[in-house]
């Protein structure tokens, strides 16, 4: 049904990281004619967790005119060149998923296909000493580079985040009401959201809705009972277990992902402290061990309870439905392994933005935005579970359902695509590039059988100075930074 009333009021319901990055977007680039309101309750928690970014927040804060060293001091922010994942292949195997790209690919194929002919003639070099983020990361050295030469991301304290969006967003406009929703009131002729009732007894009404109330729902599901997809066959954890330590380190410019028996652990390293958790499944863990998993593997001392997060892997059937748009967890949850979340988050608005029904709302815009939103989290939903599913972990029940259990059709193309041919290619909506569905596969211990035939174009000599000369230039640079920590200090000394 289409609703051609003009959009002029806009109601945020919730706050924490979705709600205020939504009111910062909004009030700052398309915000001058619209009136917005964000409603959220000082009683209710956010999850705050979501401490680990992909690169795509720097162009979301170039866009908002953010300046990057006021806000990381902010955010007791670190620099992220990547993740590094320990025990997934097996139990005494590591790898480095990082940003950027690995040597250098030609118009017909990727960089792998030369490395791989290489090592089939007995070259010696192993292929992340090719990927200048990668090395970067591992010898713990950071700084900016010339023309976005080194691609990073953030760590960050996602409370204050939330709180540094909120001050930028009350300078440009956004109207915080403090409240918790009692009700929301439906249109009984179009269905459509006309406002919401909060415990205090005042009434909020809007055009436009968005719902950032968290796993709840409470517009998107509660009361306009969209619908859920639930994930959990292909995503089997459904657990977190979340808790902050003193740093005992410098930190490190990467995450950490430990596997273990029944999921894997998160490592984040702030300026000051450090973000631990446990993702696991509850089928195969419970809680109270979890817990204690999760307590005998982190160092320093506890600065908060642990805090426990329950969820179910999938989407929203819809993330726009009605006059009521979904963001972050109420949208749906895959799972924090490649720090997708903020993004998703990210990419919401963006692309409301980008689709502002001002002149009315209609099915045309409605169908849109959910069609590019159901495409783009099923690329990054194959994504995670190509981590799980190719692995030599046979030692627990867990690690065996997810090596024999079915996956995506189109996932086990992608699969085959590579270890026959070593082909790699993105897809439109497909948030990662060949170059982190290359070093996840070769890490999870996937092999190509065959290379392409350009590879053979080049003689010995020819190849050994092609490969050479990029290692030789990476390792040069790396030399030449300083170390993460000194940059840090330097550039963006934590405030906290």
Not at 334 to 358: A, D, V, W
Not at 456 to 476: A, H, P, R, T
Request: glycine fraction near 8%.
């Amino acid at each position: 049904m289409n609703n051609l009333s003009e959009v002029k009021n806009v109601v945020i319901a919730g706050g924490g990281t979705a709600g205020w990055m939504a009111a910062t977007a909004l009030a700052k680039l398309i915000g001058n004619n619209l009136n917005i309101t964000l409603v959220e309750s000082d009683a209710i928690s956010t999850v705050g967790v979501g401490e680990a970014t992909i690169p795509p927040l720097l162009t979301f804060h170039k866009m908002l005119k953010i300046d990057e060293a006021e806000f990381m001091s902010s955010v007791n922010a670190t620099f992220k060149l990547g993740i590094n994942f320990e025990n997934w292949k097996d139990t005494s195997s590591e790898y480095f998923h990082s940003f950027g790209t690995t040597g250098r690919d030609c118009w017909a194929t990727t960089f792998l296909q030369f490395y791989h002919r290489s090592k089939k003639e007995g070259y010696q070099a192993k292929y992340e000493e090719y990927c200048l983020e990668l090395q970067a990361g591992l010898n713990e050295k950071f700084a900016h580079l010339p023309n976005s030469g080194l691609k990073y991301a953030y760590h960050m304290d996602a409370t204050l985040y939330a709180k540094f969006l909120r001050n930028i967003s009350e300078k440009h406009g956004v109207n915080r009401v403090e409240g918790k929703i009692e009700q929301v009131n439906i249109d009984e002729n179009s269905g459509f959201i006309k406002s919401l009732t909060l415990l205090s007894g005042q009434t909020i009404a809007g055009d436009l809705f968005i719902d950032c109330t968290g796993f709840r729902g409470v517009l998107i599901e509660q009361a306009l009972h969209t619908g859920y997809d639930d994930w959990s066959h292909w995503l089997p954890c459904d657990r977190a277990v979340a808790v902050q330590t003193e740093s005992t380190e410098e930190p490190k410019p990467y995450t950490r992902s430990i596997a273990h028996e029944s999921g894997w652990q998160w490592k984040i390293p702030l300026q000051n402290r450090t973000g631990n958790g446990l993702v696991y499944c509850s089928k195969y863990l419970n809680d109270e061990n979890a817990e204690k998993l999760l307590l005998e593997n982190v160092e320093g001392k506890l600065l908060k309870k642990p805090l426990f997060i329950k969820f179910t892997p999938g989407q929203r059937r819809k993330h726009w439905n009605k006059n009521c748009v979904a963001l972050g967890l109420s949208s749906g949850f895959i799972e924090p392994l490649e720090s997708t979340s903020i993004h998703l988050i990210q990419r919401g608005i963006i692309r409301l933005m980008q689709m502002f029904p001002k002149t009315g709302i209609t099915d045309s815009v409605i169908n849109e935005y959910n069609y590019q939103s159901e495409e783009e989290i099923r690329y990054i939903r194959d994504f995670i579970i190509l981590h799980y599913h190719v692995t030599n972990r046979n030692d627990s029940n867990f690690w065996r359902y997810c090596s024999k259990m079915d996956v995506p059709s189109s996932l086990s193309h992608r699969i085959e695509l590579f270890k026959e041919h070593g082909y790699v290619f993105k897809a439109p909506w497909d948030l990662f590039a060949e170059n982190s569905w290359i070093q996840v596969m070769l890490g999870q211990g996937l092999s190509p059988q065959s290379h392409h035939p350009i590879a053979d174009m080049l003689s010995v000599d020819e190849q050994e100075l092609f490969l050479g000369g990029i290692k030789n230039s990476i390792e040069k640079t790396v030399k030449s930074l300083p170390t993460h920590k000194q940059y840090l200090d330097q550039y963006c000394k934590s405030k906290i």
